[in-house]
């Protein structure tokens, strides 16, 4: 094998696929990178029996060929090599990495012992790159990180003709989001669960311009596997098990009262006002007209208050919440002003976003919080 | 508070005055809460296994402890201890350090001169244990110095029903002729390492010196030691510290192989840990699961979770999941479920109020904890009468009047009819089932004192 290739584009190419080698290889030959020279392009994959990555660049390739090398010294090597081209070529049991007077020779790992990557499964529809992100880091955002329950650490994809809804929880809050995309069949319906935390990472490797595609395979070849590819750049990783909670009832539509904040200050407010809120403890919020008064801290503890603005509809409500909860929130929603909508104060409350005070609250994007009880 | 329990059941029920009372777990694994002294001189103290108890002292009245009825002649006694002093640090049931200094006599006494002081403080002592003889008929023993520590022995040491001063400046007078497990800190390592040192009582602590105590237990163990043996202790009382766990546990009467049964007891234990929790007005993050085994191997497993919770699905459920992860293979002896980290605030979970279709691996916990347990090993393990009576338990009957149980069997419960204050009364033997005979609250130890004694059970 033996192949030219742009250093930026193999830098690149290579710190992505990096990304998912596993940290701790179940097998060894699983912290090795599969470098694919063949037909004017370089492919490279990885894969963690879980995920699976893989990225095609263009390259000169003079002679085709596959090999495999330790993914971590490729990628130091490619993010450290001066910006000149680089020439990859093998040796027998070793691969020869040539960058301007820079060599490096390293040893290959048996690529024979290479697992098979999944398949893709095929495509089911394509969205813009900005909006899958967006919509991914708003509802990532309120999935759970302990495996106690790992139904919990997972994002929910549900695809019902051109409407794609994602949820996530990690039964504290509730976040929901939408968007609309072009699914390849009008009547397209398909629920999967994805781990969030390789949804929020694909999310973030897009980039703007990119038209992302999602596989998502009912039944036959890549079963229980979501594909997303765009750019060049495919993964593929495994779905959990099981499903969330139906969660429609748990919103509630009919509120004592509704309070309209600008965010900005709110948030500052609350970042302030939660610095007396040691490892979490509440914050709490009571509304009046046209004030909203925001208290921490215990009386044998520092203490802090703070008032802002906002407006008021309906029943004065004193509610408590988790500081970071409420913070994940208001920066989810990624709106100038904020509308929180209470039931009751041992009830969860509503938060989503409105372009101006007046306008109509974003239907789109929903982020259900419960609140914190004090006892006594 | 002299033998707590035995002297409580011994006020209450007058035919037991003067006989070895031992109240404590009267099943095959009990173990003996308190002892009375006529008891003790058959060698049974606190903390023996109740078989090794029946063995030294077969004649003794054995009873089932009635913590309603001390509770509330405890909070009596902590009532008049309040009176003496805001600052009072409840040990036990029936025990708490008083901070005098602190209290309405406490700029009284320190009018006085020095010399006087003993005397004083005396006054005061005499005048607390009259005040407790009053207002519960039971004997109490106070020991007063000039730290917690040496109150402590002193109270110890004038058992029972007595009072003793420990002027200041005697304190290594009365300290050094002790044994050095006397001090607080003082187990059977460190016993045994100064035993090798050949230091065996507080005075050769005093003499080795606190270079050699360091060299011998280290420097925090070491300098500690070597002040308290000198007699300085100066541990403030501390009213109302904080509790830092709520737990139940219970022993089983033979040891559980069912895993179904073991995890029926775990979410039985999670419920009542959480009714206790709540009563407490509190809240916790840490669940903690406690498994001792047939072998006396004892694991905790505890997860945090990511807020305090007060509610039962959720302990019951984080305790059964820590329970998946125990092997109870070879039998389960103890099993406790305890929350720690407590707090007072509860992040309130979505799916636990019957909002959502709940989660699709949790199990049906309400079903669980109704569904009845065949015979409940947390309790002596009865005949499935429906009516269980236990050896001490109050019981009214419309014929007779009020009276206790003294024991039960083969369809019959021999009661005995008597009265707190009163005469010792005479023994009935009823059919168990008898329609006159109900199980009542206890009766005051004191008539009119004012004692409310909540309903038991």
């Known amino acids: 094998m033996k192949f030219r290739v742009e250093r930026d584009v193999l830098a690149e190419a290579v710190a992505w696929a990096a990304r998912s080698l596993p940290a701790r290889p179940p097998a060894p030959v699983l912290a090795g990178l599969l470098l694919k020279a063949e037909e004017g392009r370089l492919s490279l994959s990885a894969f963690d029996y879980e995920v699976s990555a893989r990225v095609s660049v263009e390259a000169e390739v003079e002679e085709e060929g596959t090999v495999l090398v330790s993914g971590r010294l490729l990628a130091d090597i490619s993010r450290a090599l001066p910006n000149r081209p680089v020439e990859i070529s093998t040796d027998g049991v070793r691969v020869t990495v040539v960058c301007g007077s820079s060599r490096f020779t390293l040893h290959t790992l048996p690529v024979e012992e290479y697992p098979a990557l999944p398949q893709m499964p095929t495509a089911s529809g394509t969205v813009p790159g900005e909006v899958f992100a967006a919509a991914v880091s708003q509802v990532a955002i309120a999935a759970g990180r302990d495996d106690t329950l790992p139904v919990l650490t997972g994002v929910r994809i549900e695809i019902e003709g051109d409407t794609v809804t994602l949820a996530a929880t990690d039964r504290y809050r509730f976040a929901v989001g939408e968007f609309l995309w072009k699914p390849e069949t009008p009547d397209l319906s398909a629920v999967a669960l994805v781990p969030a935390k390789t949804l929020l990472d694909i999310a973030k490797s897009l980039t703007s311009g990119d038209t992302v595609a999602l596989a998502l395979a009912g039944s036959g070849a890549g079963e229980g596997l979501i594909g997303f590819e765009g750019a060049g750049r495919r993964t593929t990783t495994r779905l959990l098990e099981g499903d969330l909670p139906k969660y429609r009832t748990l919103f509630p539509t009919e509120f004592a009262s509704v309070a309209v904040i600008e965010t900005a200050p709110f948030v500052e407010a609350v970042k302030r006002v939660a610095l007396v809120a040691e490892r979490n403890t509440p914050i709490r919020l009571s509304f009046t007209a046209g004030v909203l008064t925001l208290e921490a801290g215990s009386s044998d503890d520092a203490q802090a208050v703070e008032r802002v603005d906002a407006q008021l509809d309906g029943e004065d409500v004193s509610i408590a919440f988790n500081p970071t909860f409420l913070l994940d929130g208001l920066s989810a929603i990624d709106s100038p002003v904020a509308q929180l909508s209470f039931t009751t104060a041992t009830k969860p409350a509503l938060l989503s976003g409105k372009p101006a005070i007046d306008a109509e609250s974003d239907e789109t994007y929903k982020y259900l919080i419960m609140p914190v009880r004090l006892s006594g | ?457």
């Open chain 2, 1 to 457: 508070m002299d033998a707590f329990f035995a002297a409580v059941e011994q006020a209450s029920k007058p035919s037991l005055r003067g006989k070895p009372v031992i109240v404590g777990g009267l099943g095959p694994r009990g173990v003996v809460a308190t002892a009375s002294y006529e008891a003790r001189v058959h060698g049974v103290h606190s903390a023996m296994a109740m078989a090794h108890a029946r063995r030294l002292c077969p004649n003794a009245a054995y009873l089932v402890p009635r913590f309603d009825m001390y509770r509330t002649v405890s909070e009596r006694v902590m009532g008049l201890l309040h009176e003496l002093s805001p600052l009072v640090e409840p040990l036990s049931l029936d025990e708490a350090f008083v901070d005098l200094d602190a209290g309405p006599c406490g700029e009284r006494l320190r009018r006085r001169p020095p010399e006087e002081m003993p005397e004083a403080v005396r006054a005061v002592g005499e005048a607390l244990r009259a005040g407790i003889a009053a207002a519960t008929g039971l004997t109490a023993s106070v020991g007063i110095a000039s730290s917690k520590l040496l109150a402590k022995i002193g109270s110890e040491a004038a058992k029972p029903d007595g009072l003793l001063v420990t002027a200041p400046g005697t304190e290594r007078e009365l300290l050094g002729p002790m044994p050095v497990r006397t001090l607080w800190g003082v187990g059977p390592a460190t016993a045994e390492q100064l035993r090798k040192a050949a230091i065996t009582t507080v005075a050769e602590i005093v003499e080795a010196g606190e270079a050699e105590l360091v060299r011998l237990l280290g420097k925090a163990h070491g300098t500690g030691l070597y002040t308290m043996a000198t007699g300085h202790d100066d541990r403030p009382v501390m009213a109302g510290r904080d509790v830092k766990s709520v737990s139940v546990e219970g022993t089983f009467d033979v040891d559980l192989t069912d895993r179904a049964r073991v995890r029926a007891e775990v979410d039985r234990l999670a419920a009542r840990c959480v009714q206790r929790l709540r009563g407490a007005g509190r809240s916790g993050r840490t669940v903690v699961l406690k498994v001792r085994r047939y072998d006396f191997t004892t694991l905790t497993r505890s997860e945090t979770l990511r807020a305090p919770t007060d509610d039962p699905v959720v302990v019951k459920e984080t305790a059964a999941r820590l329970l998946d992860a125990v092997d109870t293979t070879g039998g389960v002896r103890l099993l406790g479920v305890g929350v720690a980290g407590l707090s007072d605030y509860t992040q309130e979970d979505l799916f636990t109020h019957g909002l959502a279709d709940g989660l699709p691996e949790q199990r049906p916990t309400d079903a669980d904890a109704e569904a009845p347990m065949p015979s409940t090993a947390l309790q002596p393990s009865q005949p499935s009468s429906s009516r269980r009576w236990l050896p001490g338990q109050d019981v009214r009957h419309t014929e007779h009047g009020p009276g206790w149980v003294q024991g039960s069997g083969v369809g019959r419960v021999t009661i005995r009819f008597e009265v707190p204050g009163g005469e010792p009364g005479r023994i009935c033997t009823l059919p168990v089932d008898d329609p006159e005979l109900d199980a009542s609250d206890p009766m005051p130890l004191v008539p009119g004192s004012g004692e409310r004694v909540p309903g038991s059970g």
